[in-house]
């Protein structure tokens, strides 16, 4: 019996398409209601097209979590739920859940499965070898990300998004105020109302205040708020808002010394 062949490429069969992984950034929705209608009109009244801010969103890919539901909760209400997403410029493209029965209603409407969250590790720390410099390097300066800047108090009902950059706001930030920024926060003032920080994601981001009374901080989605009471340490105090770097996710709040 012959030996077979070996196959042949055929690089102009190819030369049309190439096919290789991709990674995309992505926001998740954990739903924590199995009331959609109330979600939907929340999600309305936040980002839709009348609502806070209608621009919160870019056409952000999105995934949709309900591992934190119960099992039996009824699916009918996903499709319109996807709707009221899609009007706040968001595109759902991916389900995380425990139960089958979620996992075909979404799968139908044409979401994928994503990976379980992985709770974020301490980055490890990586010593550089020596190097003799034989030729010192120009660095140009590269400017940093643009601020946003509020230098009005802030009342209740109002409401301030720095989009992609941080937020210093010179005046109070009344009870009922909210400001909310991609980067971090600075109240150069007292902080009565609300403050998110980071708010795309960027555990990294801050709030500091010289004077921290707020009714809620939150740091990448990570929040408390005032039915906990601050410590007294902290309360009226110059103070900053971070989370922990030891993968835990736990917000802490510490006084600063002038």
Known sequence: ?????????????????EIKSAQLPLVALLVKTNDFQTLAEE?????GPQGETPDFFEKDGLVLDFSSLDVDVPTQGLEPLLRVLKTCNLIPVAYRCNHPAWAEAAETLGLFKAEPEVQRSKAATVIPEPRQTLVQEVIREVPGPATMVIDKPLRSGQKVYAKGCDLVVLAMVNQGAEVVADGNIHVYAALRGKAMAG???NAKARIFALSLEPELVSIAGVYRTSENPFPKEVHGKTAQV??????????LIEALKA
């Open 1 to 17: 019996m012959p030996a077979p062949s070996a196959v042949q490429s055929s690089p102009s069969k190819r030369s049309t398409f």
């Open 199 to 201: 708010a795309r994601g």
């Open 242 to 251: 971070r989370l922990s770097d030891d993968g835990q996710e736990k917000l």
């Open 43 to 47: 999600l309305n009244a936040a980002f």
